[in-house]
C-alpha cells in the first residue's frame, strides 16, 4: 500500500517521467491522497466504467509504468486513454456508483475505504482528466 498517492496533469510520458524522484510539485496541476494501491485501485474503476476483467488489463499492460520500478521505490504510471474517457464521460451518479463498488471491492479485501472518500477520489479523478482533456494532455499517477 502506498504512502503518498499523487494524480497530476502532463503533457506526455517524458514530462511526467521527471516527476519519478520528488512528485509533481507546483509543477503540474495535481491532486494528492495516501494510503491505497492506486495501481490496483486504475485496474479496477476500468472494469467498472468499461468493462473488461483486470485480468486482460493486467495483460495488456495496464497501468503502465512510464518511469520507476515497482519494487517498493517511486513509480509514475499513466491512466489509460480508456479510463480517462470513461471517467470524463461518466455523469456523477456513476462516478458515485463507481466508488461505492470501489470501497465494497476494497472491504471484501480486509481494506477499509470510507465511500465518501473514494467519491473524492474518484470525483476529483475525474475532474483531473477533464481539465487534462480541455488541454489536451494525459493524466498521471506518482506514487511514493
Keep these: 500500500m502506498s504512502t ?23 509543477a503540474f496541476e495535481s491532486l494528492s491522497f495516501g494510503n491505497f494501491d492506486p495501481e490496483e485501485a486504475v485496474v479496477e474503476w476500468e472494469c467498472c ?3 473488461g476483467s483486470s485480468e486482460e488489463l493486467v495483460e495488456a499492460g495496464e497501468p503502465r509504468i512510464v518511469a520507476g520500478q515497482d519494487d517498493d521505490g517511486c513509480v509514475v504510471f499513466a491512466i489509460s ?3 480517462s474517457t470513461a471517467l470524463a464521460d461518466a455523469p456523477h451518479s456513476r462516478l458515485h456508483d463507481v466508488a461505492a463498488s470501489w470501497a465494497q ?5 480486509g481494506e477499509v475505504i470510507d465511500v465518501e472518500i473514494a467519491e473524492a477520489i474518484v470525483g476529483g479523478l475525474a475532474a ?7 488541454q489536451n494532455q494525459g493524466v498521471y499517477c506518482w506514487v511514493a
Design 105 to 109: 471491492l476494497r472491504a471484501e479485501d
Design 4 to 26: 503518498i498517492v499523487e494524480f497530476f496533469v502532463a503533457p506526455d510520458d517524458t514530462s511526467a517521467s521527471l516527476a519519478l524522484k520528488t512528485g509533481p510539485g507546483r
Design 128 to 134: 483531473l482528466v477533464s481539465t487534462a482533456r480541455g
Design 49 to 51: 466504467l468499461a468493462g
Design 81 to 83: 486513454p480508456r479510463l
